[in-house]
């Protein structure tokens, strides 16, 4: 009796060993990504993939399938930064100077919004020109839903860049204060962070006309420090903030409150960058230098119920790819990210092996 209570929990672990190794994700490569100009930066709920070649913005079908995104006259480009469910797309058009060859001008650089084959200038914010000779002011669109509400960044006729919030052709400032927006939520609840005159970043939630500070970790004898990066559905919020061992840490804000989600190990920079209505948050961790490949340090993960997984780990054996940042996560579980492969930085995108697998599911 004894041997085959034994037999049957050696077999049990031997299963279990054996489910552990199998890979949870398949990858596609999406193409090269200089994480400016060339990418893919942007992943929705349909699989529909916003990204650019050498400052061309386009929009990838899941089957492959690429619509071209061409700029407005006046303009040497677009990058796509979101794209919303219904596959309405914002980002920006025109390149900076540095990220391919200008001449003495500098580029001009405004949001734009792209739905149904329509590509839209969303201007800058309201209020007088800079004096002759100065560089025109610009505005950067990071976040956009599917009633087409955009928000960003924009130079302010005073200087600092502040956060916006566009629709239906009108701009308006979201907070007062220096700094950025970085994204929106079907429900029109703003993310993004400030700079108040204690000059700390601050994150913020601003929705239904009223702005609210998130808490920090805490920072130790540094000051409080947050970056916001996405928000879910259910407005529950990832990004990072500085923590007590001078690096920045992961972090989710639930019900007023911030937890520290961590890192690979002990004593690493990690952050946040998407999270899906199931709960999954990717990201990016740092791994310790002696275990680093020579290319460096960070590498794409996962947390699932507050457990956090190197992604690749969890890719098929040989597959080439080293991972070492993760951007997006829709409701199905696929992952958009960014990596190397044969030595080159690439895009890819990862899909759960077997549907309704641990692979997506909170």
Known sequence: MRLRYLAAVGGLIAALAAHASEPQYTITDLGPSDGYASGAFALNNKGQIAGATDGNGWIREPDGALTHLDPLPGFNGTVPAAISDNGTVAGRLGLTRGSVCFGATSPREHGFLYH??????????????????????????????????????????DGPVRPFVWHGGAMREVSGHAGNATAISESGAVLGVVSPPSSERRPFLWK???????????????????????????????????????????????????????????????????????????????????????????????????????????????????????????????????????????????????????????
């Open 116 to 157: 149904n084959g329509k590509m839209t200038d969303t201007g800058i914010l309201p209020g007088p020109s800079r004096p002759e000779g100065w560089p025109e002011r610009r505005a950067w669109a990071t976040g956009v839903n599917d009633a087409g509400v955009v928000v960003g960044t924009a130079d302010s006729p």
């Open 208 to 362: 239904d006309g009223e702005m609210t500070f998130l808490p920090t970790l805490d920072a130790g004898p540094a000051k409080p420090s947050g970056i916001p990066g996405a928000l879910n559905a259910d407005d529950v919020i990832v990004g990072s903030s500085m923590s007590a061992d001078g690096k920045m840490h992961a972090c989710l804000w639930k019900d007023g409150r911030v937890t520290d989600l961590g890192g690979l190990m002990d004593g690493v920079t990690s952050a946040a960058t998407d999270i899906n209505d199931a709960g999954v948050v990717v990201g990016t961790s740092g791994i310790p230098p002696s275990l680093a490949p020579p290319k460096g340090t960070m590498h794409a993960v996962r947390w699932t119920d507050g457990k956090i997984s190197d992604l690749n780990s969890l890719l098929p054996a040989g597959s080439g790819w080293e991972l070492t940042a993760a951007i997006a996560i829709n409701n199905d579980g696929a992952i958009l990210g960014r990596g190397r492969k044969d030595d080159m930085f690439r895009s890819f995108l990862l899909r759960p092996a077997a549907p309704n697998g641990s692979a997506h599911r909170g």
